[in-house]
Nanobody, 124 residues
Framework: QVQLVESGGGLVQPGGSLRLSCAFS????????LAWFRQAPGKEREFVAT????????LYSDSVRGRFTISRDNAKNTVDLQMGSLKREDTAVYYC?????????????????WGEGTLVTVSS
């Protein structure tokens, strides 16, 4: 059984920064690929970033590349999303997800486990 719980959402001004965290409960965290997705009001859920089994194994959506950084801590069983230079269009519910195996892709294929989400609102 795997459980994911996001935290760190809130209200932030345009241009600001925010760090989201996702806690993973279960076994063999290091052998899961982790990802962040988001869903803005009235829009479909979209891919944000993913990280595999090694530090350099990351992918980002075009809209966040250079502004967001995904990382994982295998000692704490957590995956984080550091968000910077936030824009109003980043406003969304952010979800973390997990799948077994090392393969990275920019969609939710194979993502078997999901958190409930945390709301990020970028507004002045």
């Amino acid at each position: 059984q795997v459980q994911l719980v996001e935290s760190g959402g809130g209200l932030v001004q345009p241009g600001g920064s925010l760090r989201l965290s996702c806690a993973f409960s279960g076994r063999t965290f290091s052998r899961y690929t982790l990802a962040w997705f988001r869903q803005a009001p009235g829009k479909e859920r979209e891919f944000v970033a993913t990280i595999g089994w090694t530090p350099g194994a990351t992918l980002y959506s075009d809209s966040v590349r250079g502004r967001f950084t995904i990382s994982r801590d295998n000692a704490k069983n957590t995956v984080d999303l550091q968000m910077g230079s936030l824009k109003r269009e980043d406003t969304a519910v952010y979800y973390c997800a997990a799948k077994s195996g090392p393969v990275l892709r920019k969609d939710d294929y194979g993502m078997a486990y999901w958190g409930e989400g945390t709301l990020v609102t970028v507004s002045s």
